[in-house]
T-cell receptor
Framework: QKEVEQDPGPLSVPEGAIVSLNCTYS??????FMWYRQYSRKGPELLMY????GNKEDGRFTAQVDKSSKYISLFIRDSQPSDSATYLC????????????FGSGTRLLVRP | DTAVSQTPKYLVTQMGNDKSIKCEQN?????MYWYKQDSKKFLKIMFS???????INETVPNRFSPKSPDKAHLNLHINSLELGDSAVYFC??????????FGPGTRLLVL
């Protein structure tokens, strides 16, 4: 079983929809939770970063962490065709190794 | 003024050859990384250096040898290339936990 599980998709939604992307994890030592966006043939770009539990909002993006359920989510409001990309969740423990464990990524397609 | 840059962008080579990929960051970060992304988009860490010192060395064949001449540069040398080495290799850097910034990637194709 992988430490971080993520549905590969693809997830296809109409423009303007609310998108929900999720990851589950098995290791309770994870304390840092990130979402990266990766466009085709580009490097991953850091979107959101959360420490421990709670919500964080940045424009149309909201990240949620539920440590009791070992479940994290990224919500995208008013989705745009330019949001079409692969979204990768990533997690890190507090053991000073700076080692990120990634999910396999969810491919999102926002249809105009 | 690219934050994390890699060269070359593309590398096509024959099995058995030796090749190097270079990475530079101008963010002033202390920690740099090499990741491998396979055809299914799975991103896996290979190595990490903190201030020129190796801190993460995942179970990578010893044909792969990283080298950090200074904290702004991290190079990856691969000996005796194999078909299975074909992938996209990403360099990243960070100043602390949770905030890694990635380069544009080097697409390696071994024929």
């Amino acid at each position: 079983q992988k430490e971080v599980e993520q549905d590969p998709g693809p997830l296809s939604v109409p423009e303007g929809a609310i998108v929900s992307l999720n990851c589950t994890y098995s290791n309770s030592a994870f304390q840092y939770f990130m979402w990266y966006r990766q466009y085709s043939r580009k490097g991953p770009e850091l979107l959101m970063y959360t420490y421990s539990s709670g919500n964080k909002e940045d424009g149309r993006f909201t990240a949620q962490v539920d440590k009791s359920s070992k479940y994290i989510s990224l919500f995208i409001r008013d989705s745009q065709p330019s949001d079409s990309a692969t979204y990768l969740c990533a997690m890190e423990k507090t053991d000073s190794s700076y080692k990120l464990i990634f999910g396999s990524g969810t491919r999102l397609l926002v249809r105009p | 003024d690219t934050a994390v840059s890699q060269t070359p962008k593309y590398l096509v080579t024959q099995m058995g050859n030796d090749k190097s990929i270079k990475c530079e960051q101008n963010l002033g970060h202390d920690t740099m990384y090499w990741y491998k992304q396979d055809s299914k988009k799975f991103l896996k860490i290979m190595f990490s250096y903190n201030n020129k010192e190796l801190i993460i060395n995942e179970t990578v064949p010893n044909r792969f040898s990283p080298k950090s001449p200074d904290k702004a540069h991290l190079n990856l040398h691969i000996n005796s290339l194999e078909l299975g080495d074909s992938a996209v290799y990403f360099c990243a850097s960070s100043s602390g936990q949770g905030t890694q910034y990635f380069g544009p990637g080097t697409r390696l194709l071994v024929l």
